[in-house]
């Protein structure tokens, strides 16, 4: 398999599958700390979504991070589109943002699809400066 | 190995008027978090913050840093004004 096949199977996955994670590893069994942690966020939203093992080939790392200019491990994509690395989703998983994202919860205080999930407040808890404005009309 | 002294210098001087507060995770020296304080980020995604503060070590890395664990915020007085109205 040459470079180019690679990342033409990397941009496949990217574009088709909608949760994409390339992560160290499996979900099953990962092999970085950063990686079983971000697995474990999504199995715990109840998404679908594939993940791609970069260890068996160095040159899977490399050309992912050349196409999406993020040079750490892992990097989830939803709908074809980055969302971040661990720090990103972990920090999106705690306010919220993330279940948007992957649309698997309802903001705004909704019920929750899934009984187990707590409810949340109207702004979620310690919500960074940076977080889009309130869908206030 | 960059130590984290070095770390922060390297981001306040990348990023005019940042604060970069680093931290050694592992004591080992190859897996460091910095949080970083910046006007600069108002208006910027997450993914676009953090590629602010990797691309001052570009190339650098996965390799001599393992790892570098963000956090990015903007100063207070940025996100009022932002929030305003």
């Not at chain 2, 008027?17 to 208006?43: N, P, Q, W």
Request: proline share 7%.
């Amino acid at each position: 398999m040459d470079n180019e096949q690679i990342r033409d199977e990397i941009k496949r996955a990217i574009d088709e599958e909608r949760v994409m994670l390339f992560m160290k590893g499996t979900p099953d069994m990962p092999r970085c700390g950063f990686s079983a942690r971000v697995s474990q966020i999504l199995n715990a939203s109840g998404v679908e979504y594939a993940a791609m093992d970069i260890l068996p080939d160095p040159r899977i790392r490399e050309e992912l991070s050349g196409l999406s200019g993020w040079p750490t491990i892992p990097q989830l994509f939803v709908g074809g589109e980055l969302v971040g690395g661990c720090d990103i989703v972990t920090e999106m998983f705690e306010s919220g943002e993330l279940a948007e994202t992957l649309g698997t919860g309802r903001p705004q205080g909704a019920e929750a699809a899934s009984g187990e999930q707590p409810s949340r407040p109207e702004a979620p808890r310690g919500a960074p400066a940076q977080s889009p404005p309130l869908q206030i009309e | 190995m960059p130590s984290t002294a070095e770390v922060k210098e390297r981001i306040e001087r990348a990023l005019p008027g940042a604060t970069a507060t680093v931290t050694d995770l592992t004591g080992g020296g190859d897996h460091l978090r910095a949080e970083v304080v910046y006007a600069g980020f108002s208006g910027l995604s997450r993914i676009q913050q953090h590629r602010l503060v990797y691309d001052v070590f570009e190339g650098e890395i996965g390799g001599e840093i393992h790892a570098l664990s963000l956090k990015t915020e903007i100063p207070s007085f940025a996100a009022t004004k932002e929030n305003d109205g």
